[in-house]
């Protein structure tokens, strides 16, 4: 149990919980002092492991050390080593080569992208270069069309005209020659 007071500590270490004092205070000069004594005893020999445990962690480390003739803490220290040498010299020229190699990339990225741009920028101007001479194209072959349509309205103007005179011709001669068609069949 952990306690926050400043009450005298248990069995435990810690300090007792407030409803605690008032036994510790009954149970000061009264017969009920060994019977709780025996049931702190009885708690601490079932609940209190940690002798228990001290112990096998004791036997467990001589067992290992005896055993295995420190064999183990041979290649730990080995390992620590290593981990030291790869942190103190390994590492910082790994973390150099890798900081110069971005930037190295990094430099090489922006290049790229910079041309990149260019490029695009360059690309849509053709485009809309190419655009505008469509569109200027466009306006001339509109304009051309719309000029043969006023020459060509222009000449069908002129062969109907043509035609017309060449009609009322006609009727002039057919009229003329009925007339001496008429002259001769009266005869």
């Known amino acids: 149990m952990s306690g926050a007071g400043p009450a005298s500590p248990n069995r435990s270490g810690s300090a007792p919980p407030p409803g605690d004092r008032k036994r510790e205070a ?3 000069g009264s017969p009920i002092q ?10 601490s020999r079932l609940l209190d492991h940690r002798p228990v445990i001290q112990g096998e962690i004791r036997y467990f480390v001589k067992e290992f050390e005896e055993k295995r ?5 041979r290649v730990l220290e080995n390992l620590k ?3 030291f040498e790869t942190n103190e010299h ?7 080569a890798m900081h110069d190699n971005l930037n190295e990339a990094f430099k090489r990225l922006q290049a790229a992208n910079n041309m990149i741009h260019r490029l695009q920028e360059r690309e849509h101007e053709e485009r809309k270069l190419q655009a505008d001479k469509l569109m200027a194209r466009e306006e001339k072959r509109i304009a ?3 000029e043969f349509m006023k020459e060509q309205q222009n000449k069908q103007a002129e062969v109907d005209e043509e035609h017309r005179k060449a009609m009322e011709r006609l009727k002039e001669q057919y009229s003329e020659m009925e007339k001496e068609l008429t002259k001769y069949v009266s005869f």
């Open 26 to 28: 009954l149970g000061a």
């Open 34 to 43: 060994p019977i709780i004594k025996d049931v702190g005893e009885i708690y």
């Open 69 to 73: 003739g420190l064999r183990e803490l």
């Open 81 to 83: 080593n290593t981990i």
């Open 90 to 96: 390994v590492l910082p020229k790994c973390e150099q």
């Open 144 to 146: 051309h069309w719309e």
